[in-house]
Every structure is written in structure tokens, then in C-alpha cells.
T-cell receptor, first 112, second 109 residues
Framework: EPEVTQTPSHQVTQMGQEVILRCVPI?????FYWYRQILGQKVEFLVS????????KSEIFDDQFSVERPDGSNFTLKIRSTKLEDSAMYFC??????????FGSGTRLTVV | SQQGEEDPQALSIQEGENATMNCSYK?????LQWYRQNSGRGLVHLIL?????REKHSGRLRVTLDTSKKSSSLLITASRAADTASYFC?????????FGAGTRLTVKP
């Protein structure tokens, strides 16, 4: 069964450093998403991406965040100058028609 | 916000019992989805119910949707210890999907 693949599974970074979280969506999917989940809390929407541009973003997705689909297969989330409160599980998802998203297993980001 | 809100926040039952989790939301939706998350792991899509559907079944799962009350329920019948997980409802209204806080289900063997 097709999967959404996220790498790395766990990343530890120093506060103030930049991180790039990588995702390979399912190949025929057109819609891509990032969500995050702070430990013990709910899953929060960050951003959606379609046709090579952001279609919607939440208030969490401020100027320190950016997304890119650099080569037609990868979908990346960049966090510039990480803060302690960015520590969370980050989930990538993709969808062929915006119904029934497929999620990756997540990247656990720990900012120290 | 149109995020779903689940209740109860936590539910503990014995193996073999049924588990019912509820979700309420605030605005009109295209569909509502239920996801499962094992501790610290990814989200697994369980079932999608469209706004014009009232009930849907998948194996031991039964989902209902009442758009007039803006609520949904997820019933897991004959629960098993392996059903222990967090369950989230997520609403889709033409833009993007938003999640509720989840119900933590514990099934004791």
C-alpha cells in the first residue's frame, strides 16, 4: 500500500538553528499538508500546498516557517531559527482529492 | 474555529465492551473523518463519512453523523486491548482538515 514517508524520524537541534523536515508524499497525490502535535496535545494544522503554492496556512505558520516542493517528489518544511516551543511531532500528509488524507509516521523534533 | 471537539477526553473499558466516542464541531462540513493514533506514532485514517451520510460501518467501527446537531460518534464494538489508542475526529469544509483534541481510549485485558 502506498505510504507517505517522512525523514528523519527524530531530529534534535539547538535553539536558533534551522531545520528541514522532509516528506515524500504518495506519487499521484496533489494536495500536501503539514501538521504538528505538541506532546500530549491535539494535532494542529500548519499549512496546505497545492499546485506549487500554499493554499492555506494557520496562525502558527509564521515567517519562521516555509514549505517547498523542490523536485516534484519531496515536500519539505523548513523552520528557521528554531525555538524551544517548536518541539513537537510534525506530520506530513497527502491527498489525491482532499478526502481521506494519508499521514506519514511523523518527525519528532526536539529543540534544546 | 471549526475544529472538532471529542468527548470524553479519556475512556477506560474492559476488553469485549463497546466504546463510544463523540465529536462536535461548529461550522458546516463536507465530510468528517476519524483517525487513530497509537502513542507517539502516526495518524491512521479509519473512516470518512460525508455530510449527506448518516451512518457508516467498517468492520467493528460504526460512525454516525448528525449535521443538524453538528455531531458525530464513533462506536468500536467488542473492543480489544489492541484498540488502545487516541482517536481523533477531523472536519473538512472545503479548505483543510482540522482535528479535535482526541479521546484517549484504554482497553483493559
Amino acid at each position: 500500500e502506498p505510504e507517505v514517508t517522512q525523514t528523519p524520524s527524530h531530529q534534535v537541534t539547538q535553539m536558533g538553528q534551522e531545520v528541514i523536515l522532509r516528506c515524500v508524499p504518495i506519487s499521484n497525490h496533489l494536495y500536501f499538508y503539514w501538521y504538528r502535535q505538541i506532546l500530549g496535545q491535539k494535532v494542529e494544522f500548519l499549512v496546505s500546498f497545492y499546485n506549487n503554492e500554499i493554499s492555506e496556512k494557520s496562525e502558527i505558520f509564521d515567517d519562521q516557517f516555509s514549505v517547498e516542493r523542490p523536485d516534484g517528489s519531496n515536500f519539505t518544511l523548513k523552520i528557521r531559527s528554531t525555538k524551544l516551543e517548536d518541539s513537537a511531532m510534525y506530520f506530513c500528509a497527502s491527498s489525491v482529492n482532499r478526502r481521506g488524507y494519508t499521514f506519514g509516521s511523523g518527525t519528532r523534533l526536539t529543540v534544546v | 474555529s471549526q475544529q472538532g471537539e471529542e468527548d470524553p477526553q479519556a475512556l477506560s473499558i474492559q476488553e469485549g465492551e463497546n466504546a463510544t466516542m463523540n465529536c462536535s464541531y461548529k461550522t458546516s462540513i463536507n465530510n468528517l473523518q476519524w483517525y487513530r493514533q497509537n502513542s507517539g506514532r502516526g495518524l491512521v485514517h479509519l473512516i470518512l463519512i460525508r455530510s449527506n451520510e448518516r451512518e457508516k460501518h467498517s468492520g467493528r467501527l460504526r460512525v454516525t453523523l448528525d449535521t443538524s446537531k453538528k455531531s458525530s460518534s464513533l462506536l468500536i464494538t467488542a473492543s480489544r486491548a489492541a484498540d488502545t489508542a487516541s482517536y481523533f475526529c477531523a472536519t473538512d469544509n472545503n479548505n483543510d482538515m482540522r482535528f479535535g483534541a482526541g479521546t484517549r481510549l484504554t482497553v483493559k485485558p
